[in-house]
């Protein structure tokens, strides 16, 4: 297998070689891997089995130590994390044997997507922290073919961690990026100019996100002219930093004014990681105090950091609703789509990275884990809806394709077998085959299977949303109404952007039904939400208050006809549960009545609700 590239060692005497050396060695690393997908999937596979022989996942279903794909792929079933839960909850309560990996489960990693209202937990092992610093090292060398001299400047990137929680058997659960962040990997990586980041790792690794972020745009702003490149994961997260600069720049002012920071930052690393940086600097105060009361926030990133060359940021899946927020704060500077990743693992990066955001695709780098693929049909165009079997019967099993054998334009869902201990597991993900580098495809990312609306990291499907609508359409019951129909939509024109739903209503006397009732109901559908959408709106304050609009009588049919003008068959037609097509909103909202939003926030803890209880 292709060796992974080194990362430049610090002692380097002229780094600009190293520079050129190691992004040739990266360029190579991926020419090789792409070229041999095929070879490289194989042994991927072979080496997963081979070291987890003894596991009892694999006894269980008798491969019997075999590691080739032809015995794999017919005793080892394709599966949900349904069906792993009994196995991960084990493992959750302190059960050390090998049960899906032979290398011990070093932590949990904590999934945007639920099971049962709660985080699913996906077991990881020391060495995949190497899997992802590897993928990670691919991103720059290859940036680095469209726009030279990002080894010359810093990046300004707003990455924070999140609470972690332990199991009741003692492993850490927390999501993906918090562990990388506090890892070895991050903290103590070499010199790089590649990693050259604005923000100390302390304010990274600061749980508080107010002094998180207040600290970061401190020094950001403070090194403004040295950024070339500004970022964060997800394009809400950066939309959020833009935000929070919006309301807090005369107190950021101050402190560069003076060269001191405010007295709300009580963290003392903090403090001693922004002092180290930031010295008294009239000038710089007076720039950004005049760049940021000047009335239009149009193209702020560009004059507040002039020479940025392009925004990190995933904008690909749901994350497209905030392209024109972005485009408006840069002035259209190219949004770059680098990498896509999930908690189970790092699949794949973006080989042409200025290219369009709609045209953004991924080519999953055959190293990191063994990928099949489950053709999908799009069944309704106007809900985006996915035809999605649930348990797969032996014909569905049988369409399940390798790597290399995908097809241009057909929509899979992606299927993968990890280090860690995954097998055949359905990550959920709709990717679309775009084209191909050398033998390894390149995909679209299409949508994540189901789900319906998603604000930041929040993913809420169709039967969360149906059992949420129903615990607070319950309470309309008392007052002789009932819930008709109902749809929702991310509403995002304000940030931050919030649940929407129309509810059609039938009712007997509306003027019996006070506003308070309403409010109630929306906050019963928060409560019922998943806690990835309560910690969005408790912790991260990344979703706003859900709203419900009351529409006239008669709308869901209105809507109806307007599903089967645009070619719906009227046997097939469901109510959808979310809209994204804007006439259809637009014909929602012209029979708004009233509308009413949630009066406080959700309760929201740290860990699975059954771990407080049992703790
Ligand atoms: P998590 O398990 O919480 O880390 O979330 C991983 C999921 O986020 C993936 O399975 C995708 O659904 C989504 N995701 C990650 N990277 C991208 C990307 N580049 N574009 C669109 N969606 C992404």
Redesign the pocket.
């Known amino acids: 297998m292709p060796e992974a590239p080194k990362i430049l060692s610090d002692s380097a005497d002229c780094i600009d070689d190293i520079v050129v050396e190691n992004n040739n060695k990266v360029l190579k690393f991926i020419e090789d891997v792409t070229a041999d997908a095929d070879e490289v999937q194989r042994r991927v596979l072979s080496e997963i089995l081979s070291r987890s022989a003894n596991v009892e996942y694999l006894q269980r279903y008798g491969l019997n130590g075999c590691t080739d794909r032809e015995t794999f792929k017919k005793v080892i079933p394709v599966v949900t994390y349904e069906d792993l839960k009994p196995d991960i909850e084990r493992i959750a309560n302190g059960d050390t044997s090998p049960i899906l990996c032979s290398q011990p489960i070093s932590e949990f ?5 639920t099971s049962a209202g709660e985080r ?1 937990l ?1 077991p990881t092992i020391e060495e995949e922290l190497g899997r992802r610093s590897l993928l990670y090292s691919l991103l720059m060398p290859v940036m680095s073919q469209f726009l030279p001299g990002l080894d010359k400047g810093k990046g300004m990137y707003f990455l924070f961690v999140k609470s972690e929680a332990k199991t009741p058997g003692g492993l850490v659960a927390r ?2 990026l918090t562990s990388y962040y506090k890892s070895s990997h991050f903290k103590n990586r070499p010199n790089d100019p590649y990693t050259n980041y604005t923000s100390p790792k302390e304010t990274i690794l600061c749980l508080d996100s107010y002094q998180s972020m207040y600290s970061q745009l401190l020094c950001g702003l403070f090194q403004n002219e040295d950024v070339v490149r500004v970022g964060a994961v997800f394009a809400s997260g950066f939309i959020r930093a833009i935000q929070f600069l919006e309301k807090h720049w005369s107190l950021l002012c101050k402190d560069i004014r003076t060269g001191t920071i405010d007295s709300k930052i009580t963290d003392p690393s903090v403090r001693e990681a922004v002092m180290k940086i930031l010295k008294p600097n009239p000038k710089l105060a007076d720039f950004v105090e005049a760049e940021c009361s000047k009335g239009s926030w149009k193209g702020i990133i560009t004059r507040l950091w002039p020479e940025t060359k392009y925004i990190d940021v ?1 904008v ?4 497209s609703q905030y392209i024109p927020a972005l485009d408006y704060y840069s002035n259209a500077l190219p949004l770059v ?1 680098t ?6 693992c790092y699949f794949g990066i973006n080989l042409n990275p200025l290219c369009n955001p709609s045209e ?1 695709s ?1 080519t999953l780098i055959p190293n990191m884990a063994y990928f099949e693929f489950l053709p999908v049909t799009r069944k309704d165009e106007l809900t985006g809806s996915i035809s999605e079997p649930t348990a797969l019967n032996d014909k569905e099993k049988q369409q399940l394709v390798d790597l290399v054998d995908v097809k241009l334009g057909q929509d899979y869902e992606l299927v993968v077998t990890t280090y860690a201990g995954l097998y055949r597991y359905r ?3 709709i990717l679309r085959v775009s084209g191909f580098k050398n033998k390894a495809p390149q995909f679209n ?1 299409i949508c ?1 299977k189901n789900v319906v609306l998603s604000i930041d ?1 929040d ?1 809420t499907d169709e039967v969360e949303l149906q059992n949420a609508v129903k615990n607070a359409a319950n309470q309309l019951l008392q007052y002789e109404a009932s819930l008709v129909e109902y749809t929702g939509y991310a509403d995002t024109s304000a940030i931050p952007g919030h649940y929407v739903l129309f509810w059609e209503l039938s009712v007997k006397d509306s003027t019996l039904i006070a506003p308070s009732v309403f409010e109630d109901c929306c906050f019963t559908v928060e409560e019922s939400l998943n806690s990835v959408y309560r910690q969005g709106r408790v912790c991260d304050k990344s979703i706003g208050p859900l709203e419900i609009r009351v529409v006239e009588n008669g709308t869901f049919d209105m809507l109806m006809d307007f599903a089967l003008s645009q070619g719906s068959s009227i046997n097939q037609y469901k109510t959808p549960r979310c809209v994204k097509y804007a006439p259809i909103i637009e014909l929602l909202n012209s029979r708004v009545i009233s509308s009413y939003f949630s009066p406080k926030c959700p309760r929201w803890t740290a860990g699975h609700k059954q771990w407080c209880t049992q703790n």
């Open positions: 990693l904590t999934s945007s997507g699913k996906m999501p993906v995933i690909t899946g749901t994350m789509c990498m896509y990743a999930s908690s189970e953004v991924y990550v959920g993900d990312f994540r990291s993913k």
